[in-house]
């Protein structure tokens, strides 16, 4: 469905929820220097794609701000692809359309990722004085070995430097994500990289297990034998130990991929588990507003030259209650599993409800969930099988 046949279908609706509560924003920034071997996602290298690509999502911009009537952002996340790669004017003139499109709260969290080796302090220094407050690096692992095959463009040095670069521009909030699962990897390498980007700042830690599920370069590499990756109770290890150690430190764990110093976890993604509104701009970008969920065209050619198309799902109140717990279960508060059967007996679901309960139980005898009071909560263990538990919900 094109975005004019939505707006008169859905437009209603969209404008009653999109009032209701503050949205999050994401803009979908496809653009990278190179293709990382472990990468499946929707990107490009074409510099002759920019200046479309950025006309077209200014102007995407300011039509959903009429559509939704300038509604309130309190936060903005600029992902990837490499929105680092974007020059100080690029990025200043999609800002400018946000303003002028949305109505921004004065405590709004404006993240934008980075990968180091793809700008100066400079470029960081006008960032933060543009509205960013948050930023989230690609670290991805401290070994130069590694770095170089997984095709990441900067070494360990520049990732070092990246993240002192942070402090200097004062940045409130700086993250980095690392990877495990990586071939040769050890807990002991692991640990290390956690505690030298501590070292440097960082408030939030995203830890990533390597997924190869799509076709990628790193996939061919390990199919055709020339890389071994570990097993999956090596791996469990790399986690496990991450676990262990870095509440010690400050960070707790608040969500199955995410660690956080007190008050620096990620209120942007916190929406997308807590089934809060969200709109996603750009080529494969998701959304969620009221009922509905929908997707931008995957094409990046399509979506720049406007016709793209949306597909769009509307959730009934089963569906939204099925969400519950398939997203709530990935953070550490889990859920309440008593509001749960509450709503199970007024959608008239409860023997679907008492079949969840039955393997609830199951999953607690081994090891896998602990009922605290009303709430269930995934243990350790469970966060590491979490892919079998959640499939009981789709």
């Not at 102007?59 to 992902?79: A, H, S, V």
Request: some cysteine; hydrophobic content about 35%.
């Amino acid at each position: 469905m094109e975005l004019n046949e939505f707006e008169k279908q859905f437009g209603a609706d969209l404008k009653l929820s999109g009032g209701q509560k503050p949205l999050g924003l994401y803009l979908h920034i496809p653009f990278c220097k190179d293709r990382c071997t472990y990468c499946s996602f929707v990107r490009t290298h074409e510099e002759e794609s920019r200046e479309p690509f950025i006309n077209m999502l200014i102007k995407e911009i300011d039509q959903w701000g009429q559509i939704l009537e300038r509604p309130i952002l309190n936060t903005i996340y600029w992902g990837g692809g490499t929105p680092s790669v974007l020059s100080y004017e690029e990025a200043s003139q999609i800002y400018r359309t946000i303003q002028t499109s949305f109505t921004i709260a004065s405590n709004a969290e404006q993240t934008i990722e980075a990968n180091p080796g793809t700008l100066s302090l400079e470029w960081l220094k006008s960032i933060r004085q543009l509205g960013f407050n948050r930023i989230s690096w690609g670290i991805q692992t401290l070994q130069d070995d590694l770095l170089k095959s997984l095709g990441r463009i900067h070494s360990s040095k520049e990732a070092l430097q990246a993240l002192d670069w942070s402090q200097e521009a004062e940045f409130k909030h700086v993250s980095g994500d690392l990877i495990l699962g990586l071939p040769n990897q050890s807990p002991e390498s692991v640990y290390a990289d956690a505690l030298r980007i501590i070292d440097c700042g960082i408030d939030h830690i995203s830890i990533y297990l390597l997924d190869l599920d799509k076709a990628c370069g790193l996939k061919t590499e390990v199919d055709a034998g020339r890389l071994i990756l570990p097993s999956e109770d090596e791996v469990a290890s790399l986690y496990e130990i991450l676990q262990d150690k870095l509440p010690n430190l400050g960070f707790t764990s608040y969500e199955i991929s995410n660690y956080a110093k007190e008050g620096a976890e990620s209120q942007h993604n916190l929406k997308y588990w807590r089934r809060y509104p969200y709109l996603g701009l750009g080529p494969s970008a998701a959304s969620h507003v009221g009922h509905l969920r929908w997707t931008s065209d995957v094409s990046i050619p399509t979506w720049t030259q406007g016709s793209g198309r949306l597909t769009i799902q509307s959730l009934d109140p089963i569906d939204e209650w099925m969400e519950i717990p398939l997203l709530g279960l990935r953070l550490d508060e889990g859920i309440d599993w008593n509001d749960l059967s509450i709503q199970s007996t007024l959608l008239k679901v409860e023997p679907l409800y008492h079949a969840w309960t039955n393997k609830m139980k199951e999953f607690e005898t081994n090891g896998l969930v602990v009922f605290e009071g009303p709430r269930l909560r995934l243990t350790t263990k469970g966060r590491l099988l979490s892919n079998q538990i959640f499939q009981m919900f789709v």
